[in-house]
T-cell receptor, first 112, second 118 residues
Framework: SQELEQSPQSLIVQEGKNLTINCTSS?????LYWYKQKYGEGLIFLMM?????EEKSHEKITAKLDEKKQQSSLHITASQPSHAGIYLC????????????FGQGTTLQVKP | GAVVSQHPSWVICKSGTSVKIECRSL??????MFWYRQFPKQSLMLMAT?????????EQGVEKDKFLINHASLTLSTLTVTSAHPEDSSFYIC??????????????FGEGSRLTVL
């Protein structure tokens, strides 16, 4: 069974629209990481959340971690073509070791 | 943010040969690095934890004799795919965490290395 579920698997939005990607864990996690990846390239670090209820923002991207530390969401406001890519959430279940289990990824396309 | 570099970016080899991939932390020290593999259109799967000065810890199902990991210094971990076969063709990617002073817990990934075994 998958320990970390991401939804949706893929998303196509019109430029300027808002969108949300969800990441749900089957158990409490120690840390939740969000990355962006272009196909065949490395991962770009977006944000890391560790505390229940924590919320972080960078430019037009906001990530939240729920109080129970089992669900996180990534919200993009006023999407742009540059936001297109694969978004991955990675969870540290092993006590802040840095060992991550990843969700399946969400492929985002932004139509101009 | 911190920089992690991998080399080579891509490599093509013949079946039966061994290939070495390097993962370097360029501007920080990393006592621990992680190796992942990614199949086309799939997510990353953790292969092993690379520990500086000691043996790597492998995830269940990963053959340690097949994927040799060496972490000889605080800035370099290497993954050697021994006697490579076409099924080993994949995208291999490493990550590292800043250790010691100023550890923010952030994990940085390399650019990845695409291995194609003919």
């Amino acid at each position: 069974s998958q320990e970390l579920e991401q939804s949706p698997q893929s998303l196509i939005v019109q430029e300027g629209k808002n969108l949300t990607i969800n990441c749900t864990s089957s158990k409490t996690l120690y840390g939740l990481y969000w990355y962006k990846q272009k196909y065949g390239e490395g991962l770009i670090f977006l944000m890391m959340l560790q505390k229940g209820g924590e919320e972080k923002s960078h430019e037009k991207i906001t990530a939240k971690l729920d109080e129970k530390k089992q669900q996180s969401s990534l919200h993009i406001t006023a999407s742009q073509p540059s936001h297109a890519g694969i978004y991955l959430c990675g969870a540290d279940f092993s006590g802040n070791t840095g060992k991550l289990i990843f969700g399946q990824g969400t492929t985002l396309q932004v139509k101009p | 943010g911190a920089v992690v570099s991998q080399h080579p970016s891509w490599v093509i080899c013949k079946s039966g040969t061994s290939v070495k991939i390097e993962c370097r932390s360029l501007d920080f020290q990393a006592t621990t690095m992680f190796w992942y593999r990614q199949f086309p259109k799939q997510s990353l799967m953790l292969m092993a934890t690379s520990n500086e000065g000691s043996k790597a810890t492998y995830e269940q199902g990963v053959e340690k004799d097949k994927f040799l990991i060496n972490h000889a210094s605080l800035t370099l971990s290497t993954l050697t795919v021994t006697s490579a076969h076409p099924e080993d063709s994949s995208f291999y990617i490493c990550s590292a965490r800043v250790s010691g002073r100023g550890n923010t817990g952030e994990l940085f990934f390399g650019e990845g290395s695409r291995l194609t075994v003919l």
